[in-house]
């Protein structure tokens, strides 16, 4: 009878589990951190400036020397927008600004506005 190894592994020494190098893991590792920081900055910085929606309204307007004549229309528009900027540490640059007055999807009149700077707490 063949002697028996009862109680004895077959191996004696375990090998360890390999560690594949997986790319996507490399990926996750940097991107994860790298978008909770800048989800942390961005929140911060909205804590701390506190912004508040920019209110637009139209004061006044006015159409003058209003002529139709053979399906021309020629007239001269006058309106008062107010921008009104109600933050207290954000200031805001127009840069372009071009007001429109349409009628069923036809433009009658535009403007182009000068480029401007709006302070913070201000009404333009």
């Not at 009862?6 to 490399?26: E, I, N």
């Not at 804590?47 to 004061?59: A, M």
Request: glycine content about 2%; aromatic content about 10%; proline content about 7%.
């Amino acid at each position: 009878m063949p002697a028996s190894n009862t109680g004895v592994p077959a191996q004696a020494t375990q090998q360890q589990p390999r560690r594949c190098f997986s790319l996507v893991r490399c990926v996750a590792t940097c991107l994860i951190p790298l978008i909770v920081l800048v989800g942390l900055d961005v929140l911060i910085t909205w804590l701390v400036i506190n912004p508040k929606k920019l209110l637009y309204t139209l004061e006044n307007g006015s159409v003058q020397d209003f002529n139709l004549t053979n399906n021309h229309l020629n007239a001269t528009f006058d309106f008062v927008l107010r921008a009104h900027n109600p933050n207290r540490r954000l200031s805001v640059y127009y840069d372009h600004i071009e007001p429109t007055v349409t009628y069923e999807d036809q433009t009658i009149a535009f403007k182009t506005i000068d480029p401007f700077f709006q302070p913070h707490r201000n009404v333009s």
